[in-house]
Every structure is written in structure tokens, then in C-alpha cells.
């Protein structure tokens, strides 16, 4: 059996079986990503909730894991040599666990993947998450509109650059990929959850509406979109 004593952040969540991945998460946009790849994958781990609203992120035992204090992060007690490793970034571990398990990451598309995957993170996260601050959240009430519409536009113009490069493919690459995992489920965000598709132009999109249906189609998405079950 693997012990993870070391890692303060299992005295706060014990792990029930520390022989597989202990994933620190939240069904979040960036959360889902790690456990929809975790069910994709079938690699056995250990969900684990941490909970905004009591400021788990903030504890010490979870910045021992994560110090910029955000999820998703995981412990893979089979690392590299057999060794536990510690991760944090979703766009890390994505890398990580398709790497561990030969799936959703083909060499001779691996710097495709790479270049949409870094969309997504440098692009995509950033921005959506912003619009729906300002659009759904506390920003919205913030009279001056410059800040809203800056992101709106942005996230527009995004949205427009993916719907391109979709054309006359299932997934951004060709295959379904790793990218894949990383940007529908901030599509998703925005269009269920932050109800901005009005004013970004979703309706006059020719494939990422369909390209977001084809990922929510699948059963192992559908799974890992509730991972960790909420409180």
C-alpha cells in the first residue's frame, strides 16, 4: 500500500485508498477537465471535494499541494519511477495523465494538441471566466460598461476562431483530444451556466454548438461533469 503521509493535504482529506490518483477538486470548468480525463482514461483515483464556500483552498494542508490555491490538483501515488507526484494546473495534469496512459494526446498531432491546449488556458479560461464575472456574477453590478464589454468582445472573437477551426472535423484536432477536455467544458460554462450566448453570437455559430453536443454526448463526460458530487 502507498503512503502518503508525506502530503499534509491527506490529514485534512484522507485518502481511502492511497494506492491510486487522489484528485482535489471542485465541478468547476477547470475541475471537470481532470476528472472527465479521469474517466475517459478509466484510471481509478479518489475524488475529493474542496469546498469554496468554507475556503478550503486557503487551509495550509491544501496550499502545502497547491500554492497559488486553486483547483483541480492531484497526487498520483505512481509517478514517474514509481514515486507519488504532486500536480497542480489542469493543463499540466491533462498532459500528465495522457502521457501515463498513452490516450488522447497522438504524437504525430502532439503540437496541434499543444497549440489548443494552450488556447484554452492562455485564451478560452481567462477570458470566459472574466465575461461571466462581469456578465453573471458580482461584477454585473458594476455600472461602468467598458469592463463587460471588453470581455464580451473578446470572448466573441474567441469563439469565432474555434468555430473556424472546427470546420469539416468532430474535434479540434481530428481526433478527440486532450483539447478537447480542456475547452468544451468552458463552452458549456458559458452557454448553461453564465447564459451568455446572446451576446457573444452563439447563434450564429456554424460548429461549435454542435461540437459542444458531440462532447456531452459521451458517457464518460457525462460522468466526470459531477465529480466531486457537490455538498
Known sequence: MSDLSQFPITRRWPAADPGVIQLYSLPTPNGVKVSIMLEETGLPYEPHLVRFSENDQMTPEFLSLNPNNKIPAIIDPDGPDGQPLPLFESGAILIYLAEKTGQFYPQAQRYEVLQWLMFQMGGIGPMFGQLGFFHKFAGSEIEDPRPKERYRAEVTRLLKVLDGAIEG???????????D???????????????ATEITGWDDLKNVPAYLDRFLSRPAVQRGLNIPKRD
Open 181 to 195: 477536455i480542456a475547452i468544451c467544458p468552458w463552452l458549456r460554462t458559458l452557454r448553461e451556466v453564465y447564459n
Open 169 to 179: 472535423r468532430d474535434w479540434i484536432v481530428g481526433d478527440y483530444t486532450i483539447a
